[in-house]
């Protein structure tokens, strides 16, 4: 009878000793969710990618952030901030552009800002949405306008861009003896759309062609 006790005494120690150390099984749950639910808000506030197909304008290297200047199929004008200067090349070439929206920090000041941000793009063919002037096309338009068709005799470029965002300086010019001196002097713009402005060069100002053709009053 002794044994007996003895060997049930020792079963119940066993078995109090193995539900002591059994594995929990809702700890195990609970860290499975909480690492589920964090990969879920990362995921949640991960801002998704857009892919557009543009025509690429010019790269402005100026400023706190690089700029790339596109144009869509609407010919409205868009712009990325980039770390890539290699689209300095890719001038006028139909690209798939793939971006996201992005939070930048001003500099100098604790303002921020939203952007798209540029990730990667590739060259694709296409048509372009719009050709750009060339330097004969340019010089026509001045040559034709009234006023110097009246009073010009030559029209030349006086300083071509020194960026694609750079306007041309065009010089309607008089001849006197075999010389010309200028007489209206303009800024061509090719983009971000092709404008024609007259340029005072004593007031170092430009103005509309609307505005240079008012009466003085």
Request: proline share 5%; with cysteine.
């Amino acid at each position: 009878m002794k044994n007996q006790i003895n060997i049930l005494t020792a079963t119940l120690c066993l078995l109090a000793f193995a539900c002591k150390n059994k594995p929990q099984t809702g700890t195990q749950i609970t860290d499975t969710v909480i690492k589920s639910t964090t990969a879920q808000v990362q995921t949640a506030t991960t801002k998704p990618e857009h892919t557009d197909t543009l025509q690429f304008l010019y790269f402005d290297g100026n400023g706190d952030y690089w700029q790339a200047y596109f144009m869509n199929a609407r010919k409205d004008t868009v712009n990325m901030i980039t770390e890539d200067d290699g689209l300095d090349k890719l001038s006028n070439h139909i690209l798939e552009v793939k971006w996201r929206p992005d939070t930048f920090e001003e500099a100098g000041d604790d303002g921020k800002f939203e952007a798209k941000h540029l990730i990667r793009f590739k060259e694709v063919p296409g048509q372009l949405f719009e050709k750009p002037k060339q330097e004969e096309e340019i010089i026509n338009d001045i040559a034709n306008l009234p006023e110097v068709k009246e009073k010009a005799a030559k029209v030349k470029i006086a300083k071509k861009p020194t960026e694609t965002m750079s306007p041309y300086l065009i010089e309607a010019c008089t001849e006197n003896n075999g010389s010309f001196a200028p007489l209206f002097t303009f800024r061509v713009y090719r983009y971000p759309f092709y404008e024609i402005k007259y340029y005072d060069t004593t007031k170092e100002e430009e103005v509309s062609l609307a505005e240079w053709r008012k009466p003085s009053q």
